[in-house]
């Protein structure tokens, strides 16, 4: 099936060469970067994680969205989204992949990355989270792939597919527990350190992901003859209300515990981020504009008017995936480290290398979900015949 | 015929995989043969001037401290283990990759949480030195994916410089803000540089290691022995050591104790 | 059969790819290197183990030594002869052997190969 993704319009050429004119941009800075080390990137001693990993955080909860898609069709036999499981299995492998290179790009020492599987280390949450990371790969990559061709084949897929699917749905969920487990067992990080990161960290993921890929579908749907169909993507923009009303509600707890409880210790990480501390209040615009977009999003998509017109549909999920990706990918982490163990603050901001070798793995990823979704449309197209 | 291409790259894959894992085994086995064979011979113990512990901990005595004796401190040890100066050599832009094992801090900065509304008397100017606690119950050791860091038996908290990968899960662990990582080659930014102790390199997470290599060869911490006596430093689970003794005699409090990493290092104040 | 001149061509360059070590250093092979024992090694007269072991082992030994030293905290190393040293490589290979241009980097220039020990392990005469 590969060779529907060399054959293409010049619009599809000109897109690939651009994608591999910027990875080529950000692996020479990422050259830059293993000579010089991390110190070209924003990193300081006190917020020693900063755009790589928050990036990794976000895209882990892209990838575990798909299981939105997944869950009606295999466990609930909801017919309607079998055309696009297809769609999301392989947005999470283009997620997934994303996000293991966001790992590598971040390692002091990438040559030594083999030391995880040298060295298995079961009561490391970094160690489950390569396991689970990988295998959802592998899972998504030959579900994927053999739903697909047994599609091309117009036979159903074979037998042993189906139990990879079945264990692909708590795998997806497992993801991103695992992820947030990372972050929620660290006694010294109060802002993390909360039993409801791990539900607002799937919260989250369910409404990114299914919002990106309602935006992947309207993107097919204009360069392709492939439609998933009007009934699927309203479906799908109401799993991504529903849980970004929860996502919200969720954070609106952890501000109620802060704020209610008036603890110094949960209070101070929040006031870094919505009201500035001692000074030092970079995120603030950031973080108050990451709630307008969600809310504006939520509302967007609750209004049944709004949300069956298409181009404002778009525009709820662009708002709603931009919201959230502050959220996760620019304050969390910040919040987390800042202030410090000592209390005292550093603040963080991406440098430009770093910004650079960021789109360079997001164009990355973008390249495979291109050459992944051509090969999709290839087939689609072929079955109908256009 | 039709399959025939697919066939043929099926396996040569098989074949690719098994010679790979083949030669993978063959040179497993005969490096470890090596290995045994080469142990028959030799062994490996200690220096018998070390000195041992079940528990190493420490007592600083900040009724004796001064910045004096702080930075003191901080001199023989960051000296003699090759830490690089980033602001002295680049200047404060650099307060960023800061590399530090132990330090002066006020206060409220090493014991936060435990602000006092109506201080004893010059209580915000006590100087408080901090590094590493060598936790009993360490969670930088938890997080570790590679066991770069891990606990000794003598309770010692170290690193394996071998084999860490930089993925700073350890100084996100860690409730004290103990641990540096080198965001770059720190070799141009050391000052006369100890030829006795190695360097670190560009990638790797240090901190504190209760001078580890002096304790094999008998000798007491650098920032100990700097410390003019305010700093005591013995064997915790020995219950006649004169740490024990000085415990039992103070009134002491560890920094985050409720966090319920078991820190070694106690403070009287 | 319209591929004909790209085939040939294409076969001409492998040709001149594979065999590019060859005709590149004039068929001529760089000569086996010649490490330069410093003084005190050749006072020493034996090194910590045999000299056939050590040409072949010593990146085993130094793992070994380096597991122990750092993991276990056994600084000392009773050798085959039952001699003991202090496991090392700056303050007990190097006391030695201590040129490294000489000694080391020979045979490692010759095969290509850079440990990256150098990176935290000091040498004497660096330039600090």
């Known amino acids: 099936m590969l060779e529907k993704a060399i054959k293409g319009s010049k619009t599809y050429w000109i897109w690939v060469l651009a994608l591999l004119a910027v990875i080529a941009v950000g692996f020479a800075f990422y050259i830059r970067q293993l000579g010089f080390g991390l110190g070209i990137t924003g990193m300081s001693r006190d917020v020693s994680w900063g755009f790589y990993i928050a990036q990794f955080t976000f895209l882990v909860g892209v990838a575990a969205g798909g299981v939105m898609v997944a869950i009606p069709y295999y466990l609930h036999d909801y017919k309607a989204f ?27 020492q990438p040559m030594r990355l083999m030391n995880v599987i040298f060295h298995p280390t079961p009561h490391s949450m970094l160690f489950w989270d ?47 527990t695992v992820t947030a487990y990372l972050y929620c067992g660290l006694p010294g990080r109060s802002f993390w350190l909360t039993a409801i990161l791990a539900p607002r960290f799937l919260g989250s993921a369910f409404a990114a992901g299914p919002a990106f890929l309602i935006l992947l579908c309207m993107v097919v749907r204009r360069f392709t003859k492939f439609d998933v169909g009007r009934p699927q993507i309203q479906t799908l923009a109401k799993i991504v209300c529903y849980a970004a009303i929860a996502n919200l509600f969720f954070f609106l707890c952890e501000v109620f515990v802060a704020i209610y409880s008036q603890i110094p210790e949960h209070l101070e990480h929040l006031k870094y981020l919505f009201f500035g501390l001692h ?8 973080m108050w504009l990451s ?40 304050g969390m982490i910040s919040g987390g480290f800042i202030p410090n163990p000592l209390n005292e603050i550093t603040e963080y901001a991406p440098t430009f290398p770093e910004t650079m070798i960021t789109i360079g793995v997001y164009a990355a990823g973008l390249l495979v979900l291109t050459v992944l979704y051509k090969i999709v449309t290839g087939v689609k197209e072929e079955l109908t015949g256009v | 015929m039709e399959k025939s291409r697919r066939d043929f790259l099926k396996i040569a894959g098989i074949t690719i995989l098994g010679a790979g894992a083949g030669s993978l085994i063959s040179g497993v086995s005969i490096s470890s043969a090596n290995e045994s064979a080469h142990k028959a011979g030799s ?10 512990a079940k528990r190493w901990g420490m007592v600083v005595d900040t009724r004796k401290l001064t910045d004096e004796i702080c930075e003191k401190m901080q001199n023989a040890c960051h000296r003699s283990h090759n830490v690089p100066d980033f602001i002295k050599k680049f200047g404060k832009k650099e307060k960023n990759h800061e590399i530090k094992w132990i330090w002066e801090t006020g206060f409220e900065n090493a014991f936060p949480g435990r602000e006092i509304e109506f201080p004893r008397e010059n209580l915000e100017d006590l100087p408080v030195v901090v590094m590493c606690n060598h936790c009993e119950n360490p969670p930088c050791v938890r997080a570790c994916p590679t066991q770069a860091t891990f606990k000794r038996e003598d309770g010692i908290v170290m690193m394996d410089y071998h084999r860490c990968i930089g993925c700073r899960f350890c100084m996100a662990a860690c409730p004290f803000g103990s641990r540096s990582f080198n965001f770059r080659d720190p070799r141009v930014a050391i000052f006369d540089q100890n030829p006795d102790f190695p360097t670190r390199t560009k990638g790797v997470v240090e901190k504190c290691n209760f001078c580890a290599e002096r304790l094999a060869v008998g000798k007491l911490p650098l920032c100990v022995e700097a410390s003019e006596g305010a700093l005591v430093f013995g064997d915790l689970d020995d219950p006649k050591s004169d740490i024990r003794k000085i415990l039992a005699d103070n009134y002491t409090i560890r920094r985050k104790s409720e966090l319920g990493t078991n820190p070694s290092v106690f403070y009287i104040i | 059969m319209n591929d004909k001149g790209m085939i040939i061509a294409g076969l001409v360059i492998f040709v001149a790819i594979f065999t590019f070590p060859f005709w590149y ?14 003084q005190k090694a050749k006072a020493a007269k034996t090194c910590v183990e045999g000299k056939a072991y050590m040409r072949t082992e010593h990146m085993q030994l130094l793992n070994q030594w380096r597991n122990n030293v750092v993991r276990k905290g056994l600084r000392e190393y009773k050798a085959r002869d039952g001699k003991t040293y202090v496991a090392s490589l700056s303050n007990t290979c190097l006391k030695c052997h201590d040129n490294k241009a000489e000694f080391c980097d020979k045979c490692h220039n010759y095969a290509s190969v850079t440990p990256y020990c150098w990176d935290c392990h000091t040498y004497p005469k660096e330039k600090k």
């Open chain 1, 130 to 176: 390569m396991i689970v990371l990988n295998g959802y790969l592998f899972l998504n990559i030959i579900i994927g792939w053999n739903v697909l061709d047994a599609e091309r084949n117009s036979v159903p897929p074979p037998a042993w597919v189906k139990p990879l699917i079945y264990i692909s749905i708590p795998w997806a969920i497992s993801i991103h």
């Open chain 1, 82 to 108: 079998g055309k696009i499981t297809v769609l999301a299995e392989f947005l999470a492998v283009a997620s997934v992949l994303m996000c293991m290179l966001f790992i590598i790009v971040d390692l002091g």
């Open chain 1, 279 to 286: 000074g030092h209040g970079i995120l603030v615009p950031f």
């Open chain 3, 25 to 38: 250093n004039h068929l001529k092979a760089a000569e086996a290197p010649e490490p330069i024992l410093s």
């Open chain 2, 43 to 52: 062994e490996f113990f200690k220096n018998p001037k070390a000195l041992t």
């Open chain 1, 291 to 330: 709630i307008v977009l969600v809310v504006a999003g939520i509302l967007l998509l609750l209004i049944p008017s709004a949300r069956e017109n298409d181009s404002v549909l778009a525009v709820a999920c662009v708002l709603l995936f931009i919201g959230i990706w502050i959220d996760k990918g620019l």
